[in-house]
């Protein structure tokens, strides 16, 4: 890792890492890059949106290598990745969420690959969860008609024509072309991003990895999923914050995605079955709130 006083003019890598309210999960992803990168130069730049769990302060007393900038709002994660972005230094750079750790040779291995292949703009590892058990990386494009089965929950009744039709392969051990690789540890070249720009921030959250990789392949690079580097991720742990918010912000980035890539027709028509989805979602969240403060509320008595 780099010091902010003290970084040079070109690194190998940059890690950028948006945090908001995962302080522990932070400290965990911080520790792994200090300790399991080691063929590499680089700097972590970490964007906190405004936690209010001490994250800021921890950065500060355990990592003053890390490049912190701190926000005083929630500007959203993808505006706080094109925060990093806009003072990265690296060669390559890698967007990595704070509830991820590294396993040793996990970045040199993607970097690796894409020094190896020139015509290949980004990269994803394989995913893990905590216990071990591979999650799958790389899927195709969304279409309209995957996104209805997905709203309306259909893809229930054959959950495995479904997970083929979307990932393209059963397979997860072999390097493969993909569309789309997840946003938890997507690393691509500076010069693309100069290129073809950052994410788009209208994007709030959700998406923005899907928005990304279909711009990096429209100006002609390949996207590869990369089993060799593993990295570990808790999945979710911002999100499970505030669930409503989630599924609203992932309704509206499915509508503006498909605006942007598909066209009015197709976005409203998602728009308007997702509300029902949305709907049901948020009612049954506060039922079951309202049931816990309740029960709470008789347990006192």
């Known amino acids: 890792m780099t010091s902010d006083g003290n970084r040079p003019a070109c690194v190998d890598l940059s890690v950028i890492i948006v945090n908001w309210n995962v302080r522990d999960f932070l400290d965990r992803c911080l520790a792994s890059l200090r300790q399991h990168v080691r063929d590499l130069t680089f700097e972590v730049i970490v964007v906190d949106n405004a936690s209010k769990d001490d994250s800021v302060q921890m950065v500060r007393s355990k990592y003053p290598e890390v490049l912190l900038i701190a926000n005083e709002a929630n500007n959203g994660f993808?505006?706080?990745?094109?925060?990093?972005?806009?003072?990265?230094r690296g060669e390559f750079v890698v967007l990595l969420n704070p509830d991820t750790e590294v396993y040793p040779g996990a970045m040199e291995t993607l970097v690796a690959?894409?020094?190896d292949h020139p015509d290949v703009g980004v990269v994803g590892p394989m995913l893990l969860s905590p216990e071990g058990l591979?999650?799958?990386?790389?899927?195709?494009?969304?279409t309209l008609r995957r996104e209805l089965m997905g709203v309306f929950g259909l893809h229930r009744f054959n959950q495995r024509a479904y997970d083929l039709e979307g990932y393209g392969r059963e397979d997860f051990s072999q390097?493969?072309?993909?569309?789309?690789?997840?946003?938890?540890?997507?690393?691509?070249?500076?010069?693309i991003v100069r290129q073809i720009g950052g994410l788009d921030e209208q994007l709030f959250m959700y998406f923005e990895e899907v928005d990304f990789c279909r711009r990096v392949k429209a100006a002609g690079w390949k996207v590869f999923y990369v089993p060799e580097a593993r990295v570990y991720h808790h999945w979710m742990q911002s999100v499970k914050q505030d669930n409503i918010a989630a599924t609203r912000r992932l309704f509206r980035s499915q509508f503006l995605y498909f605006r942007k890539h598909h066209g009015l027709a197709a976005a409203w028509l998602l728009r308007v079955l997702s509300s029902v989805t949305v709907a049901t979602r948020t009612g049954r969240i506060v039922a079951v709130r309202v049931r816990d403060r309740i029960l709470r509320g008789g347990a006192k008595g």
Do not use: K, Y
């Not at 591979?134 to 969304?142: A, E, K, L, V, Y």
């Not at 493969?176 to 690393?187: K, P, Q």
């Open 134 to 142: 591979h999650m799958p990386n790389g899927t195709r494009f969304p």
């Open 175 to 191: 390097i493969a072309e993909v569309d789309v690789v997840c946003g938890a540890c997507l690393m691509t070249r500076q010069s």
């Open 78 to 88: 993808c505006r706080g990745n094109n925060q990093g972005l806009e003072v990265a």
């Open 113 to 115: 690959f894409l020094r």
